[in-house]
């Protein structure tokens, strides 16, 4: 992004008399507000929309199909719907901070986008604290939502509210345990730094670097589902005894805001999942050489495709566990932070300390080994699906009515 600042202020003759910090903030912002409108919002509808078509198949159903071919358009349809409702503000609620929060939820959730990586140079802001800004910024998440449930003087959104701030504030201890664990081999705060520590190929991932790398990976992601408030851990919102939780006494579009923010937050949980063990927006050299030969903008290109499919193959993940797995009691949720993961994340960042001493260079046979395994344990899941999907079809022509 300084690159590019750099060029316009050479080829622009209204920003050269301009201060430097200053032509990179208008830079940033200027693309900022590109990738709120062509990215953030488009995926956070698009992603809607699957979201509610997998969980209907999940369910033996069809899903949104009125809208548009296959119900594609159904979220654009329910942002206009939500746009043209009343909104309404409870004459018991502090009018100030009930209009505030689902604003303040939604920025802390987007200011983190501006530190991801979509490829070697499409970064609105490469920090060399990347990975601790995002850890800061999200954090407004947890003020936007407990102000919520206060101001809406309502006692289940107050409980929701406080449920929420108390999984969010424990859930970051495990994330930034098995975040230390990266920051140890790659010696780098900076994301990009960290993409660039990990090679091209599935073996030279952080994942499959040592078992403590490999653990560290699902702890990050189990805490990143709690403070996503991701089922199984969706107890600030748990319809079935909040109503919906610190959003009860929203209405019209602000209501729509909090739910914008989580599925927005898909892709911020997986592009960092991706980003820290999955080897980033890396392609392999003879692909960049082929494509440099071909075009400059190519190189580019299979950089976010590559990190684009890997990113939506978590969200699937994430969408799957949702509509697969129940919702835990508050006691088994803090119960798992604290007796687990967080004793877990202590554990993993020390070994990885001890692996780092005793093995400089890594140990390709575990690299391998580990690699190896995990590509026996997907091709075992996936055999256990094509088997059930034939039984059931077998079944039903044996039997139509079951």
Same mark, same amino acid.
């Given at each position: 992004m300084q690159q590019l600042a750099d060029k316009l202020i050479q080829h622009c003759a209204l920003l050269q008399g301009l201060p430097h910090e200053l032509t990179y903030l208008l830079v940033e912002i200027v693309f900022g507000s590109l990738m709120l409108m062509l990215f953030v919002a488009p995926f956070a509808g698009i992603i809607s929309w699957v979201e509610r078509r997998v969980a209907a198949r999940m369910m033996d159903r069809i899903g949104p199909n009125r809208v548009g071919p296959q119900g594609f358009?159904?979220?654009?349809? #329910?942002?206009?719907?939500?746009?043209?409702? $009343? #909104?309404?503000?409870?004459?018991?609620?502090?009018?100030?901070?009930?209009?505030?929060?689902?604003?303040?939820?939604?920025?802390?959730?987007?200011?983190?986008?501006?530190?991801?990586?979509?490829?070697?140079?499409?970064?609105?802001?490469?920090?060399?604290?990347?990975?601790?800004?995002?850890?800061?910024?999200?954090?407004?998440?947890?003020?936007?939502?407990?102000?919520?449930?206060?101001?809406?003087?309502?006692?289940?959104?107050?409980?929701?509210?406080?449920?929420?701030?108390?999984?969010?504030?424990?859930?970051?201890?495990?994330?930034?345990?098995?975040?230390?664990?990266?920051?140890?081999?790659?010696?780098?705060?900076?994301?990009?730094?960290?993409?660039?520590?990990?090679?091209?190929?599935?073996?030279?991932?952080?994942?499959?670097?040592?078992?403590?790398?490999?653990?560290?990976?699902?702890?990050?992601?189990?805490?990143?589902?709690?403070?996503?408030?991701?089922?199984?851990?969706?107890?600030?919102?748990? $319809?079935?005894?909040?109503?919906?939780?610190?959003?009860?006494?929203?209405?019209?579009?602000?209501?729509?805001?909090?739910?914008?923010?989580?599925?927005?937050?898909?892709?911020?949980?997986a592009a960092v999942g991706v980003t820290l063990f999955f080897g980033g927006w890396q392609i392999p050299p003879s692909v960049r050489e082929w494509a440099v030969g071909v075009h400059f903008v190519l190189p580019h290109i299979l950089e976010f495709a590559t990190f684009f499919i890997k990113a939506m193959s978590l969200v699937f993940v994430i969408i799957w566990i949702r509509w697969t797995l129940p919702r835990l009691r508050v006691d088994q949720l803090m119960a798992m932070c604290w007796q687990y993961l967080i004793p877990l994340g202590f554990v993993m960042v020390l070994g990885t300390a001890t692996w780092i001493v005793l093995f400089p260079q890594g140990v390709p046979l575990v690299r391998y080994v580990l690699f190896s395994g995990t590509l026996g344990l997907f091709g075992y899941f996936f055999y256990r699906v094509v088997f059930h999907l034939r039984y059931t079809k077998a079944e039903l022509q044996f039997n139509p009515f079951v």
């Open positions: 358009l159904q979220w654009l349809a #329910d942002g206009v719907k939500s746009l043209l409702k $009343e #909104d309404i503000v409870p004459s018991s609620a502090d009018s100030f901070l009930f209009r505030l929060a689902p604003y303040l939820v939604f920025a802390g959730m987007f200011m983190a986008f501006v530190s991801i990586p979509f490829t070697s140079r499409v970064i609105i802001a490469d920090l060399n604290v990347g990975i601790f800004y995002i850890i800061a910024v999200t954090s407004l998440v947890v003020i936007g939502i407990l102000m919520s449930g206060w101001a809406s003087n309502n006692k289940f959104s107050l409980l929701g509210g406080m449920r929420s701030a108390a999984q969010i504030i424990s859930y970051e201890i495990p994330a930034g345990l098995a975040i230390l664990v990266v920051v140890l081999m790659s010696g780098s705060l900076s994301l990009q730094e960290i993409i660039k520590a990990q090679g091209a190929h599935p073996w030279n991932w952080f994942i499959f670097d040592n078992p403590f790398s490999f653990c560290s990976f699902f702890i990050l992601f189990i805490s990143s589902l709690a403070e996503g408030n991701r089922t199984p851990f969706d107890i600030p919102e748990a $319809e079935s005894e909040l109503v919906s939780g610190y959003s009860t006494e929203y209405s019209g579009m602000r209501f729509v805001f909090f739910y914008f923010e989580e599925w927005a937050n898909l892709y911020l949980i």
